[in-house]
């Protein structure tokens, strides 16, 4: 609003050290208005009804007032300009990290504005196919962290901390070529690139050329022994751990909308189900902490997955370092050092102990089992959702004015559950791409993983953030129908109580074999009476029978739900109990998309 209102061309964004001491950065993403999802600024008289719609980035954790280039600030912090600038439609020309005169940090070099303006001011073309993860699901973040932007500037992170490493080691290498690498990170000229890259098929050696051209006075230094996966692998690991750090904080937000749910309902009997067919009572609270536990289990496998996490660094054409060793004749130690330093630039603490020419695939596997593992607990409560709701019991959020179908208007379809397990489904089976290349890499390298992973990697994770975005969506917003709830559990809670029933029978004398012969009698025929559509006549049929010596208001006085629940709210409580400390610093965020 405030781009268009001053017709904005070039941005100044200040303050951006203040924000260094948070762990997640809120974003006013869009607005709720009466309902409505909108990513206008509300027109003034409706801003008291406005609701903000938050998105969190993660934070980077470290002061930034000393960082005075944009390649030396953390990429968390890069990552969050750049959210903003796709946000607000306008680029952000400058970066203050603090109150001196040296304090604001040029982002895009002299002439470099105008040409990169160029590049992206042409819309998305609706001849053209483009994924719906991209248009429809998937957050701005997600989008940003895999465009080509995002890769290409961290392959050329990549050269700088490279070459770097390699001056401070002693190779001919000088501080102004790093420097003036440095300078240009972030002015990609793509069409360089791919005009190359159509004259030598390598899109590596491409960009290498392109980056020669920004950076004349270090060409000849640019990607000094390495080879092609020094930046392909080393960038996509730097990707996917960011891309799971980020998809670490939605699972946090999706369990806190989880607990509170689950505390609001912690003693709400409802019927329980084995086999969909009634069964004991449970609390729709209990039933909540099942999801509950399951995304838990994710986070913990994603945190052992981050944690696990290992580096490439620079290794050579079959990981053996031969070419570093002409390089440092001989010194090992240097090697070492050099990809210590290199590792450390991008915040990994270990490199992978040995490989061939690129990273072990098995990663790939471990990172899109996590993706699978979220998109299974999804699904599985999505699913669980969408039989509540064909019950009336349970219903995920329904806008004012939401059409539920285009020829029965009285419709309201479970759309945001049934989305969630359409999505999971696919990244369940996207996962296994992963052991299939994992499974059949030849020797030290073969390339047929390269087409494969292009596409499997980043689609896993646009569609894990898409389908977290919409479990906090409807986690935001469940609806319990508890008149409906407790209609339900009256209905079969005459059967539920037998066998209570048949206890009370026997302190006064009856015989529990006969007892339960004659529970199953009275039962078979309650049930076919309420299968010609008859009210459940049981505790009727129980009280002429003078076997359970019971009056029918002796029987009424165990017909209260909350007696047959068991521990489900001490166990709700216990577990809130167990999670509040994980829970603590997460925030809840509604997770606006495009439905």
């Known amino acids: 609003y405030g781009v268009r209102m001053q017709g904005a061309t070039n941005i100044a964004f200040t303050k951006l050290d203040v924000l260094s001491y948070m762990e997640r950065i809120p974003v006013c993403a869009a607005y709720e208005v009466d309902g409505q999802i909108t990513h206008e600024f509300p027109f003034p008289v409706l801003l008291d009804q406005a609701k903000p719609v938050t998105e969190y980035l993660p934070g980077w954790h470290c002061d930034i007032s000393g960082v005075r280039t944009w390649a030396d600030l953390p990429q968390a912090a890069r990552d969050y300009v750049t959210y903003v600038e796709q946000a607000i439609g306008c680029r952000i020309g400058y970066v203050s990290v603090g109150a001196e005169r040296d304090s604001l940090i040029l982002r895009y070099p002299p002439g470099s504005l105008a040409r990169q303006h160029h590049q992206r001011s042409i819309p998305m073309a609706n001849d053209v196919y483009t994924s719906p993860l991209a248009s429809r699901y998937a957050s701005p973040y997600m989008l940003h962290l895999f465009s080509p932007d995002s890769r290409f500037q961290t392959w050329r992170r990549l050269w700088v901390a490279l070459a770097r490493a390699q001056h401070q080691l002693g190779?001919?290498?000088?501080?102004?070529?790093?420097?003036?690498?440095?300078?240009?990170?972030?002015?990609?000229?793509?069409?360089?690139?791919?005009?190359?890259?159509?004259?030598?098929?390598?899109?590596?050696?491409?960009?290498?050329?392109?980056?020669?051209?920004?950076?004349?006075?270090?060409?000849?230094?640019?990607?000094?022994?390495?080879?092609?996966?020094?930046?392909?692998?080393?960038?996509?690991?730097?990707?996917?751990?960011?891309?799971?750090?980020?998809?670490?904080?939605?699972?946090?937000?999706?369990?806190?909308?989880?607990?509170?749910?689950?505390?609001?309902?912690a003693a709400t009997p409802t019927l329980g189900y084995t086999h969909y067919q009634p069964a004991q009572p449970v609390t729709v609270g209990k039933r909540a902490a099942l999801w509950m536990q399951d995304f838990r289990s994710d986070l913990e496998e994603l945190d052992h997955v981050l944690a696990t996490l290992r580096f490439l660094g620079c290794r050579g054409t079959t990981g053996t370092e031969a070419s570093f060793m002409d390089l440092f004749e001989g010194d090992g130690a240097k090697i070492d050092e050099m990809n210590r330093r290199i590792a450390a630039a991008f915040g990994f603490e270990r490199c992978f102990s040995v490989c061939g020419?690129?990273?072990?695939?098995?990663?790939?596997?471990?990172?899109?089992?996590?993706?699978?593992?979220?998109?299974?607990?999804?699904?599985?409560?999505?699913?669980?959702?969408?039989?509540?709701?064909?019950?009336?019991?349970?219903?995920?959020?329904?806008?004012?004015?939401?059409?539920?179908?285009?020829?029965?208007?009285?419709?309201?379809?479970?759309?945001?559950?049934?989305?969630?397990?359409?999505?999971?489904?696919?990244?369940?089976?996207?996962?296994?791409?992963?052991?299939?290349?994992?499974?059949?890499?030849?020797?030290?390298?073969?390339?047929?993983?390269?087409?494969n992973r292009r596409i499997s990697l980043p689609e896993g994770f646009l569609c894990a953030d898409a389908v977290l975005r919409l479990c906090q969506n409807v986690t935001n917003g469940l609806h319990v129908n508890e008149k409906i709830v407790d209609r339900a559990i009256r209905e079969y809670l005459p059967f539920l109580a037998t066998e209570n029933i048949m206890m009370e029978a026997v302190k006064r004398g009856g015989d529990r074999q006969e007892l339960h012969e004659k529970i199953r009698q009275h039962s078979m025929a309650a049930t076919a009476r309420m299968k010609e559509g008859e009210p459940c006549d049981l505790l009727d049929r129980l009280a002429a029978d003078p076997?359970?010596?019971?009056?029918?208001?002796?029987?009424?006085?165990?017909?209260?739900?909350?007696?047959?629940?068991?521990?489900?709210?001490?166990?709700?409580?216990?577990?809130?109990?167990?999670?509040?400390?994980?829970?603590?610093?997460a925030q809840t965020a509604d997770g606006a998309i495009s439905l």
């Open 171 to 265: 190779l001919p290498i000088t501080a102004e070529q790093v420097a003036e690498l440095e300078a240009h990170v972030t002015d990609i000229d793509y069409a360089a690139a791919e005009q190359r890259e159509k004259e030598v098929r390598h899109d590596v050696m491409a960009h290498v050329y392109a980056y020669g051209l920004a950076a004349p006075s270090a060409a000849g230094i640019i990607h000094l022994g390495a080879t092609s996966c020094y930046v392909t692998d080393n960038a996509d690991l730097i990707l996917y751990r960011d891309g799971l750090r980020y998809l670490r904080g939605q699972i946090l937000s999706v369990l806190v909308n989880l607990a509170a749910f689950a505390r609001q309902y």
């Open 357 to 451: 020419q690129t990273y072990p695939r098995k990663t790939d596997s471990r990172i899109l089992n996590v993706l699978s593992s979220i998109a299974q607990s999804a699904y599985r409560m999505a699913n669980d959702l969408r039989l509540l709701q064909h019950d009336r019991q349970v219903e995920e959020p329904f806008e004012k004015n939401q059409i539920g179908s285009s020829a029965m208007a009285y419709k309201r379809n479970p759309m945001r559950s049934e989305r969630i397990c359409s999505l999971s489904r696919y990244l369940m089976a996207d996962a296994a791409n992963a052991p299939m290349t994992a499974s059949v890499q030849w020797l030290e390298r073969t390339l047929d993983d390269s087409a």
């Open 547 to 585: 076997a359970f010596s019971m009056t029918r208001a002796e029987l009424d006085a165990v017909m209260e739900p909350s007696l047959y629940i068991g521990r489900c709210k001490e166990q709700v409580e216990r577990l809130l109990a167990e999670y509040a400390p994980l829970l603590t610093d």
